[in-house]
């Protein structure tokens, strides 16, 4: 992952040009009249790259033009498709169907290890012309062959839980397999394969007290007409577990001994991985213990969750806080700014705003509906210092933005100094004679520091995501429009947790990351607009014209102050 602005600016350049050649492969599809195959192609990227929502509005194009219904990821890999396929039945409660397509995705999953280890063997492989300085004998060549190799094949556990387009393997993918199951054969009455899959998760993670409890429960169902002991974890899970252990140690032998470099990464199948349990029911029954399955926890925060501190100034108004809200992180504000300050953004905006502004002058990229109108901080001062707009309403621009970044800093009790990473004045405008009918949002569910993949529940906090967003804040500037309800969401993108109607002066603030999926209902009539903001505890990620904004206001206020107003003599300044 980039780890600067500059090694950040490469990555997106790098997703612009993939996308790019994406567009030119539909393009011949469309023309020579293809369009099922342009529908999966579009499907298939879109797949890979859930926030290209451009390529979502293609995808509703080809199925009216096709009236396809059921489109085809051509990079889809059929043991993770019967995995989603198998939690999506759980979470119905459906589980014999559960239990099926959990089972094949096993099969298919031990399936692809084989295939990707063999894929493995052939040529020792050198980085560029790194084998021109290669000097070794022969015995030291055969070693660094096949330590390249059993590398390789290490890492087909991470290769085989990881999606397609995606940087990051899901976390406890295949121990999560036996984990689902174990509660699903139980719910289906089939007790001994129930203590065979506990017992099978439990190789992976001994230590996990919910289905330790529950492989308890399950040998006291079984101990009147068998002996649970004679049931031991698949045979399958238990040789996989030996030989990544085995692989492992030979790699860091080979890392000790034989100047292999070489660190054993996090993998999808370590017990030193944070649980993951899947969402079950609590079931009390007549004569045994409660089988204590909780929900799929939220993504993980890399800090101390706090909140609760002070607003700064006497007229914000507390309204919600996370619990009220129902999520993590989150808090809704009124009277942040006035009424007056509300219209004099209103007149700010009207000169200073440009169609498709943060993106590449598109009037409408998210949905075709809506105009989108943007401007920066830094856009309307030096709208201001030219006399385009008032200097004093553009600085109010900048001062209530400062207003809410200490306000957030405040009410959520960082410990270091929250920094703008983007600071932006927008309004959506619903185009009329298009609002008939509308099943759109005016913003798509999204995450703001990572790409957000509902059908595997994940977020992933990989380019060509904002990773370094931290905190958000949107300051609304009106009510006089119809639609527009921020919302808040489950994982699934579907699920509506909270919905705001935006009014003057309202603000909401939450974390950036994947426990605060969001977006905005339709705009179905005028205008709405807001500051949208987001922040960084990471100064190597600070807004760089928001740092210019700062240098503006320093010379405003050192022009306004003068010479005289602070007694100085002119030369003693020399």
């Known amino acids: 992952c980039p780890r600067n602005a500059e090694q950040w600016q490469v990555a997106k350049e790098i997703s612009s040009v993939v996308r790019a050649l994406t567009s030119w492969l539909l393009l011949p599809l469309f023309q020579l009249n293809q369009l099922e195959e342009a529908a999966d192609a579009a499907h298939t990227f879109f797949m890979a ?12 194009n080809y199925k009216t033009m096709t009236g396809k219904v059921h489109l085809v990821d051509r990079e889809a890999k059929p043991h993770m498709e019967n995995y ?17 397509s959990l089972e094949r995705a096993l099969r298919g999953y031990y399936t692809a290890d084989v295939e990707c280890r063999v894929m493995c063997e052939g040529p020792q492989r ?9 000097k070794a004998d022969l015995y030291e060549a ?13 890492e087909c556990v991470r290769e085989l839980a990881t999606r397609p387009g995606r940087l990051s393997p899901i976390e406890n993918y295949l121990p999560l397999h036996y984990d689902y199951l174990q509660f699903a054969y139980y719910r289906v009455g089939e007790y001994v394969k129930a203590l065979e899959c506990a017992k099978s998760y439990l190789l992976f993670h001994p230590d996990d007290e919910a289905v330790l409890e529950n492989a308890d429960y399950y040998n006291s169902l079984l101990e009147e007409t068998m002996d649970p002991e004679t049931i031991k974890p698949r045979e399958e899970a238990a040789k996989f577990l ?12 080979g890392a000790t001994g034989l100047g292999f470099v070489y660190t054993e990464p996090v993998t999808t199948c370590s017990s030193s991985l944070p649980l993951q349990v899947p969402s079950g029911v609590n079931s009390e029954l007549a004569d045994g213990p409660a089988l204590s399955l909780g929900k799929k926890p939220a993504p993980k925060m890399d800090r101390e969750l706090r909140e609760g501190g002070s607003l700064l100034y006497s007229d914000v108004q507390f309204v919600y806080n996370s619990q009220q809200l129902n999520g993590t992180q989150r808090v809704l504000l009124d009277n942040v700014i006035s009424e007056e300050e509300c219209q004099e953004l209103r007149r700010v905006a009207n000169g200073i705003m440009l169609a498709g502004d943060g993106y590449r002058g598109k009037s409408s990229p998210h949905t075709p509906n809506e105009k989108f109108e943007g401007a920066t901080v830094l856009k309307a001062l030096k709208f201001g210092y030219e006399g385009r707009v008032p200097l004093k309403s553009a600085r109010l621009f900048y001062d209530v933005s400062e207003k809410a970044r200490r306000i957030v800093e405040s009410y959520f009790r960082l410990n270091s100094t929250l920094y703008f990473s983007y600071t932006h004045m927008v309004c959506r405008t619903a185009l009329p004679g298009q609002q008939e009918k509308r099943n759109d949002l005016s913003h798509p569910i999204h995450a703001d520091n990572c790409l957000l993949d509902p059908e595997a529940s994940e977020c992933w906090k990989e380019p060509p995501a904002y990773t370094f967003r931290d905190y958000s804040a949107l300051l609304y500037m009106n009510t006089d429009f119809e639609g527009g309800e921020f919302i808040f969401t489950e994982m699934d993108a579907k699920t509506v947790t909270a919905s705001i109607k935006p ?9 950036s990351g994947g426990e605060n999926p969001h977006g905005v209902k339709a705009v179905t009539k005028g205008q709405r607009c807001a500051v949208a903001l987001w922040f960084t505890l990471d100064p190597l990620y600070r807004e760089l014209e928001r740092i210019q904004a700062d240098e503006v206001i320093a010379m405003l206020d050192q022009e306004h102050l003068g010479a005289s107003d602070l007694n100085i003599n002119p030369k003693d300044e020399l």
């Open 126 to 134: 050198f980085e560029e012309y790194e084998y021109l300085e290669y």
């Open 49 to 60: 790259n859930p926030e290209h929502m451009e390529m979502q509005q293609d995808i509703e």
């Open 242 to 253: 030996r030989r990544h252990k085995l692989e492992s140690d030979l790699l860091q032998m």
């Open 84 to 100: 989603s396929t198998g939690v999506r039945h759980y979470d119905q409660e459906e589980y014999a169907l559960a239990i099926e």
């Open 142 to 154: 055969i070693a660094d062959h096949y330590m390249q190799i059993l590398l390789c094949q290490h």
């Open 503 to 511: 009014k003057c002066g309202r603000m909401i603030s939450f974390s």
